[in-house]
């Protein structure tokens, strides 16, 4: 792979560990919200995974002050990385499988590359374009599979592709943020800023449906706090900014791959003949829009492609 030498080992544990957490986190997450109110649920993990990260950051002596005139741009990174999908993919993971959830959370990729192409003057390779179209008919085979069905939402599918097309374009943003902060300080702040938000939402919508959680509710919302919040998305937000596009291809691809098989064992999740032909083109898509042309730098396409949830 024409990418592997750029990777230091310590990266390549990141990813590793990365990939793992966000694909077992899809059938947990379905737990998590099963009988609980899903705002409430994403609430909680935040409340409880912020102090972990801030904790860990002053344990490393990261700097987490940013200047007042940056105040902006870090809202705006906030609002299209975090809010829109922190918000919308827990109520799209109520109403459907948590293997869908997953094919669905990482259409990121193909939103990423249109974004790119159409706003940011990123070339984008013909065999590209027939990976974007392979993960557009993925999605139409979900849809048809929850239209076609009395019990199926297509509500949580719309839900899922509002959040992946707005976390690609808060990945492009992030990608050319010019911010003399550390990765690890932005992350740090924009889920302080979601904590907020999502508490805000969580009175407005769900303050009637508040009750304890269950035991099980607790241990997606303990595996929440201090693997995904407390880790797995510093991780991500400083692979997205220093690494090159492809470097996180191996992750991308196996995250809703683990997120399908992982809720099809664990949660006993049927995958119907749509699931595992939305699989293979969700693959094929994003190998089109990640895979490097050409051993030579100089002379591959550039695209912006990184993974997260």
């Known amino acids: 792979m024409p990418f592997m030498?750029?990777?230091?080992?310590r990266q390549?544990?990141?990813?590793?560990?990365?990939?793992?957490?966000?694909?077992?986190?899809?059938?947990?997450?379905k737990i998590g919200v099963t009988g609980f109110p899903p705002l409430t649920f994403r609430m909680l993990c935040l409340m409880l995974?912020?102090?972990?990260?801030?904790?860990?950051?002053?344990?490393?002596?990261?700097?987490?002050?940013?200047?007042?005139?940056?105040?902006?741009?870090?809202?705006?990174?906030?609002?299209?990385?975090?809010?829109?999908?922190?918000?919308l993919i827990i109520i799209a993971v109520q109403s459907l499988s948590s293997g869908r959830?997953?094919?669905?959370?990482?259409?990121?990729?193909?939103?990423?590359?249109?974004?790119?192409?159409?706003?940011?003057?990123?070339?984008?390779?013909?065999?590209?374009?027939?990976?974007?179209?392979?993960?557009?008919?993925?999605?139409?085979?979900?849809?048809?599979h929850e239209l076609s069905h009395l019990t199926g939402r297509p509500v949580g599918v719309l839900l899922a592709l509002v959040a992946a097309s707005t976390w690609a374009l808060g990945t492009q943003l992030l990608r050319r943020t010019?911010?003399?902060?550390?990765?690890?300080?932005?992350?740090?702040?924009?889920?302080?800023?979601?904590t907020v938000v999502m508490t805000v939402l969580a009175l407005l919508f769900e303050r009637?449906?508040?009750?304890a959680p269950s035991e099980a509710n607790w241990r997606s919302i303990i595996f929440n706090a201090v693997l995904v919040f407390g880790f797995a998305h510093a991780a991500w937000f400083y692979l997205a900014r220093s690494l090159p596009p492809v470097a996180s291809t191996l992750s991308v691809m196996l995250i809703p791959v683990l997120g399908v098989f992982?809720?099809?064992?664990?949660?006993?999740?049927?995958?119907?003949?749509?699931?595992?032909?939305?699989?293979?083109?969700?693959?094929?898509?994003?190998?089109?829009?990640?895979?490097?042309?050409s051993p030579a730098p100089e002379t591959a396409a550039a695209t912006d492609e990184p993974t997260k949830p």
Request: one cysteine or more; a neutral charge; glycine letters at 8%.
């Open 178 to 194: 010019r911010m003399p902060v550390p990765t690890l300080a932005i992350s740090f702040w924009m889920t302080l800023m979601t």
């Open 49 to 87: 995974g912020t102090p972990i990260l801030g904790a860990a950051l002053l344990y490393l002596k990261v700097p987490l002050r940013i200047e007042r005139q940056h105040w902006p741009e870090l809202l705006v990174l906030a609002v299209f990385n975090m809010f829109f999908w922190h918000g």
């Open 262 to 293: 992982s809720g099809a064992i664990w949660l006993g999740e049927v995958l119907h003949w749509q699931d595992w032909a939305a699989v293979v083109l969700m693959v094929v898509s994003i190998c089109s829009v990640l895979w490097p042309s």
């Open 12 to 29: 390549w544990l990141i990813l590793i560990l990365l990939t793992v957490i966000w694909g077992i986190n899809w059938p947990v997450m």
């Open 5 to 9: 030498h750029k990777l230091s080992s």
């Open 101 to 144: 959830a997953a094919i669905l959370g990482y259409t990121m990729p193909m939103f990423s590359a249109v974004i790119g192409a159409m706003f940011f003057g990123n070339r984008l390779p013909g065999r590209a374009w027939a990976g974007v179209a392979a993960a557009a008919l993925g999605v139409v085979l979900l849809l048809w």
């Open 208 to 211: 009637e449906e508040w009750h």
